[in-house]
């Protein structure tokens, strides 16, 4: 089992920054995709920013030249910081990780995507 901790929401005035991160733990051999999708009330899940384990990045693009997403590969860490906060970035902000399990002879077993429990971000005058 893989389990995804998230930290560093909170409430911001408009224009602010704030960083989150994304600790992944358990019986983990690799990680290809690391990243971030939120949701707001009455909205679906969208992608906000991924990145692969060679570095690809990939943002919605309401969140370019804003957010910038990086991660540790060797600690299974993940950290997006959010700047230049708007209203519409208010949501619940999700870490998703698709992650290669280790066997119990420690070579690569199956495949699953989980994910965190969530991080409020409100950004409110």
């Known amino acids: 089992q893989v389990q995804l901790v998230e930290s560093g929401g909170g409430l911001v005035q408009p224009g602010g920054s704030l960083r989150l991160s994304c600790a992944a733990s358990?019986?983990?051999?690799?990680?290809?995709?690391m990243g971030w999708y939120r949701q707001s009330p009455g909205k679906q899940r969208e992608l906000v920013a991924t990145m692969t384990s060679s570095g690809t990045t990939n943002y919605a693009d309401s969140v370019k030249g804003r957010f910038t997403i990086s991660r540790d590969n060797a600690k299974n860490v993940a950290s997006l910081r959010m700047n230049s906060l708007k209203p519409e970035d208010t949501a619940v902000y999700y870490c998703y990780s698709d992650v290669t399990h280790m066997t119990v002879d420690f070579v690569p077993g199956y495949k699953s995507d989980y994910w965190g429990q969530g991080t409020q971000v409100t950004v409110s005058s």
């Open positions: 358990g019986s983990i051999f690799s990680i290809n995709v």
